[in-house]
């Protein structure tokens, strides 16, 4: 009577137990908590919102700005700095400063003079 009832509280629910432990406890907090849960979720953190939040960020946001200030605003400026400030500067004071100077000089001053001599 000992012994069985040894071997019912030994390996029974020592068995019991373990079988507890093993397929439930462990299986349930570590197998799908881990596994279903806490890996599905940080993977799922990680391959969709962290991955897709820094490529919307790098694609759209940095590449954009820098498009966005790169055409827009360097370009823009050194192409407006080259077209109306040092070509129109260049212009103006090419064809109005010294073409009017040295046309001025010759048919007023030049011209002139030899006319008046």
């Given at each position: 009577?000992?012994?069985f009832f040894f071997f019912v509280c030994f390996y029974f629910i020592r068995g019991f137990f373990f079988f507890v432990y093993l397929c439930f406890i462990r299986g349930f907090f570590f197998f799908f908590f881990y596994?279903?849960?806490i890996r599905s979720f940080f993977?799922?953190?990680?391959?969709?919102f962290i991955r897709c939040f820094f490529f919307f960020f790098f694609f759209c946001f940095i590449r954009v700005f820098f498009f966005f200030f790169y055409?827009?605003?360097i370009r823009?400026?050194?192409?407006f700095?080259?077209?109306c400030f040092i070509r129109g500067f260049f212009f103006?004071?090419?064809f109005c400063f010294i073409r009017g100077f040295f046309f001025f000089f010759y048919f007023c001053f030049i011209r002139g003079f030899f006319f008046f001599f």
């Open positions: 009577m000992r012994s596994f279903c849960f993977f799922f953190f990680f391959f969709c055409f827009c605003f823009c400026f050194f192409f700095f080259y077209f103006f004071f090419y």
